[in-house]
């Protein structure tokens, strides 16, 4: 019996040394976790057999057991080098077969792909081309290729325009036109340009044109610019009940009754037909309705406005023009209206005119020139802006340009109370505006933006939105000639905002919403575009969360991927096999799979690794206990042969 308790001591112990000493021996093993051995008690027992005088028969071991209590963090100069800080497991794939480690060194192989020392390829979640994470769980990569270069759609310029600047002054002369209906035979309309120098230059305007048409003309000379406005007065004594007023393709169905379900009167519905207007999608469009009752619309672009209505009910609702021409159906007939045409001459440039046969009459019949100072802009002399910025966006080639924006403070009006900004776009000192017909060469692109009265943006060509749309930019090289990237899509030939995705042109949108008219300096608070050029891969990050950046030479990152860690309800039921990996068991269950910092699951240092969590000190001890304890079961051998021998040796 002592012989059998005493060989059992022995096996315990030297299972105690072999364990204490791979603790030893692992104790500089990033990711190892020490072991310790649970020993059990033997006794000899039969069945219904008591056990109050029962002699033990010695121990065994019951079990050897990892402990995955944190290991020190230490950093190394590998920026692939990753810790866990917490609970969690890297997830291998070793050719098909899962294997979880603490083990966090990590490189990049011939492939691209990110493997620990034994060529296991790390688990993660992937992404797609534009850095964006998914759900999906596959090989980590790193894609050494050039980073596609981007093109630039949105600028976003936060600004403080000061609001105690002054008005920059120059002199000229402004006309205002004679009243005309853009329908009528005037004949064709030459002016005569004529420049301080004594050099003149003929304008031509075809018959019919509109006011619009006439200023776009006009606006093309050289210290010449105007603006058109159109108007219809309408009598509208005689409208009914559900009849519709088509405004540039528009319905407006007359108004029967109010949100109260009260009726309406005629003049009551004439009202609200203006607010209906107002309140469209038609803004360059203006409605009010005089004291006598008529509905006036004022197209404040000067385009020639078309016009029809309809008697759903046949009831005789009618609605006519102020000289009693009657609104016809027919919406492709602008029937009569009135136009004017507001011109601005620089300096000493002067405007004359002659008409053409059939007509005698022309705009300008009994007109006079009256002076004024105004703040004329010219991108070449900084006495006409007040401030400028400039940033550089991107062609669809990857080629940087020069966007520069100018703003001029306004004369105070009326209906800008000192709150209006002029702001000019020109791109490589270009003009990107578009043309007044689609085969004329760009325009100085310009926005009008008004502020309120607490210095907040309000509105830009009266649109509140804030943005502009560039859409007459040609992308060209250091000659002035287009480089091969994509051209512009005027809006006249669909170019519009949002902007297409993928983009299909060189537009893009200036976004102003955050820019303020405050008493302070002029700032740019922020300016911001979402283009770049090509560049190369000069570096990795690794965030907390686990994901790898790429650093690109363009000072773009990118996002490649994000590690995926594992954990167990059981991770001492897990198998180790080597190499610092662990496998699944039946003990262990089923991995649950997240992202650093998710859940339990831990967070990630980056260029660190996680050291074995072995305290030399306390194995060191260990060792000493298993050596006693093997020395004294072996004692207990020796004793016991010693008694044995007595037993032989008596006579």
Known sequence: MAFNTGLSGLRAASVDLDVTGNNIANASTVGFKGSEVQFGDLYASGFLSGATNAIGDGVKVQSVNQTFGQGNISFTDNGLDMAIDGDGFFIL?????????????????????????????????QADDDGNLSGVRGDLMIDSDNLAP?????????????????????????????DFAPNESTGEQNFTITYADGSTSTVNVPAGSSAR???????????????????????????????????????????????????????????????????????????????TGELRLI?????????????????????????????????????????????????DTQLASAAVAPSTTTILDGVTPTAFTSNTFDPTDQGTYNHATSSTIYDSLGNPHVMTQYFVKEPTTSASQGNAWTMYVQV???????????????????????????????????????????????PVDGNGQPNGADGPRLVSSGGTTPIPDPPVSSNFVIDLGDTTQFGSEFAVNDQSQNGYTTGRLSGLD??????????????????????????FKNAEGLSPVGDTTWVETFESGQPIIGSPGSGTLGSIAASSVEESNVDLSEELVNLIIAQRNYQANAKTIETSDAVTQTIINLR
């Open 93 to 125: 794939n070793n050719d098909g077969e899962v294997r979880y480690s603490r083990a966090g060194q990590f490189t990049i192989n011939k492939d691209g792909f990110v493997v620990n020392n034994q060529g296991m390829r790390v688990q993660g979640f």
């Open 150 to 178: 981007r093109r630039t759609t949105n600028v976003a310029s936060q600004l403080n325009l000061d609001s105690r600047e002054s008005v920059l002054a120059s002199s000229g002369t402004r006309i205002q036109t004679r």
């Open 213 to 291: 048409e006439i200023a776009n003309a006009l606006s093309q000379e050289e210290d010449v610019s105007a603006s058109g406005r159109t108007e219809v007065l309408l009598d509208g004594s005689g409208i009914q009940a559900d009849d519709v007023l088509t405004l540039e393709g528009v319905d407006f169905t007359i108004a029967d009754t109010d949100s109260s379900g009260n009726t309406l009167t005629t003049a009551e519905r004439v009202q609200k037909l203006a607010d209906d207007i107002n309140g469209s999608s038609l803004s360059s469009i203006n409605a009010t309705v005089t004291s």
């Open 299 to 347: 197209s404040s672009r000067g385009d020639t406005l078309r016009l029809a209505y309809q008697d759903t009910n046949s009831d005789g609702g009618a609605m006519a023009f102020d000289d009693g021409t009657a609104l016809s159906n027919d919406s492709t007939n602008p029937s009569t209206q009135v136009g004017e045409v507001s011109i601005t001459l620089d300096g």
């Open 428 to 474: 490589d000192g270009e003009n990107v505006g578009d043309p007044p017909n689609s085969s004329g060469e760009p325009t100085m692109a310009q926005y009008d933006l008004v502020f309120d009265e607490e210095g907040n943006l309000q509105s830009i060509d009266g649109d509140p939105d804030g943005e502009v749309l560039i859409s007459n930019w040609t």
């Open 542 to 567: 690794v965030s907390d969360a686990g994901v790898i950046f790429a650093r690109y030479s363009n000072g773009q990152s990118q996002s490649l991927g994000q590690v995926s860690l594992a954990t």
